[in-house]
């Protein structure tokens, strides 16, 4: 591509993934940030960095779908190459999902198909893993169910809590969805009906090494 990525965003909370995709200076321009909370942090953090806003609130809708259909309606006018959705805490109805495939990825703190949905430190800590991490997935209408295409890993400790394990495992997550956002900007990762890395269909997710080097390597 001789432009930069157009990517769009939506977030639910404090956005610290959209932070760490900003502060990662890629070949991208993020055109629209979108919320389903009015107050997120991640609406301010892209106010701050000069980024178009937009938010919806669900209660102004009849149902789901109505309400999916203005926020990605919206999403869409922006003209996006990509959405990437970075903590959007929200089920996406399926006939809107389907629009988006392989144009849409999102960030998991699990390492799928580990613990799709909710409290997953939680559940890591409950099944006494040793081991826990993050995945980022091309988005289908399963709840964190595409294809996943890169994770992060980390040690899970005896004296690890919901809360230790959140904060680590952000710190790695920060790495990992500019990491993915980069390669897709580098046209290194592609979607053609299933991910395509460097010209060969990805028959495992990719791993990126926690000693800071965002770049991927082919898991062995
Ligand atoms: C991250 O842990 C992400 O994986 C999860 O929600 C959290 C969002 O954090 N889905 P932030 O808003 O990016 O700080």
Redesign the pocket.
Known sequence: MDRPLRVAAL????????AALIAAHLPIELVLVGSDKAKA??LQVARDAGIPTVSFSPKDYADRAAFDRALFGAVADARPDLLVL??Y?RIIDATVVADWEGKAIN???SLLPKYQGLHTHRRCLEAGDTEHG?SVHYVTAELDGGPVVAQARIAVGPADTEETL?QR??VE?HKLLPAVVGAIATGRLQWNGQPVFDGTPLASPLDISAQGDPSFSRPV
């Open positions: 977030a639910s909370g404090r956005g610290s993934n959209l942090g991640a970075a903590g805490m960030i998991h703190p993050a959140a495992l952000l997550e």
